[in-house]
Nanobody, 124 residues
C-alpha cells in the first residue's frame, strides 16, 4: 500500500502558474507509475497527466498539453506537476495517484492508491 500526500494547490488568476507536489511512502517509489487526476464540481474525476516509473515516458490529457508538465524524483519519492497558463476551466480538486504497475496510463482503474486531493481555483 502507498500513502500519498499532495500540496501546492491554491487560488490563482487566469494565466498564472502553480506547482503541485505529491510525496509517497510505502511501496518502493521507483516500482510504479504516478498520475494526476482532477475532479471539478458536478463532474467525474478525469485524467490529467501520468509519468512512468523511470520518468522517461509521460502522457497528458489533450487540454493540458503544452501547459502542464509532470516530473518525478525517485530518490525523493516525489512527483510534481507544473501548471502554467492556467484557465478557469482548470479549477478542480487535484489528486495524485500511484499506479498498479510501471507504465504510465490514463485509466483510473490502473491506479491503486490516491491522495486526499488539493484544491486548485483559477479566477477569471
Amino acid at each position: 500500500q502507498v500513502q500519498l500526500v499532495e500540496s501546492g494547490g491554491g487560488l490563482v488568476q487566469a494565466g498564472g502558474s502553480l506547482r503541485l507536489s505529491c510525496t509517497a511512502s510505502g511501496r518502493p517509489f521507483s516500482n510504479y507509475a504516478m498520475g494526476w487526476f482532477r475532479q471539478a464540481p458536478g463532474k467525474e474525476r478525469e485524467f490529467v497527466a501520468a509519468i512512468s516509473w523511470s520518468g522517461i515516458s509521460t502522457v497528458y490529457e489533450d487540454s493540458v498539453k503544452g501547459r502542464f508538465t509532470i516530473s518525478r524524483d525517485n530518490a525523493k519519492s516525489s512527483v510534481w506537476m507544473e501548471m502554467n497558463s492556467l484557465k478557469p476551466e482548470d479549477t478542480a480538486v487535484y489528486y495524485c495517484a500511484a499506479g498498479r504497475w510501471a507504465l504510465a496510463t490514463m485509466v483510473p482503474t490502473d491506479y491503486v492508491s490516491w491522495g486526499q486531493g488539493t484544491q486548485v481555483t483559477v479566477s477569471s
